[in-house]
């Protein structure tokens, strides 16, 4: 399973390409421009972050609702609104998942 980088690596600004996540609670919002997008939380081993995906179509957001893990690209931005992943691209994740990637490492085990 190619993992990509994890939410606790990334840097303000930073780009990261084909990462795989756990997606809870996505949302289909609509922006002050009156555009719709897609704003969920992300999860891996690391943590948790919001993700939001701009101008997604209702088509695109029922499709990738229904996933439980997807394979994203995108930056990390800090902004006076706190920590935000910004999606470029996402998919549902098609391959064999790894649990222990998304599992917190036990307490005296530091093998990565």
């Known amino acids: 399973m190619n993992k990509g980088k994890l939410l606790g690596e990334l840097k303000q600004g930073e780009s990261f390409q084909s990462s795989v996540f756990l997606m809870r609670n996505p949302l289909l919002k609509t922006a002050k421009t009156g555009k719709a997008y897609l704003e969920c939380?992300?999860?891996?081993?690391?943590?948790s972050k919001l993700a939001k995906m701009w101008e997604v179509t209702e088509e695109f957001y029922y499709h990738i609702a229904e996933a439980e893990y997807v394979t994203a690209s995108g930056r990390f931005e800090v902004n006076q609104f706190g920590e935000t992943v910004v999606v470029n691209a996402i998919k549902v994740f098609d391959g064999d998942i790894d649990l222990e990637y998304f599992l917190p490492p036990l307490p005296g085990n530091h093998s990565e």
Request: glycine share 14%; charged share 30%.
């Open 41 to 47: 939380t992300f999860f891996d081993r690391t943590g």
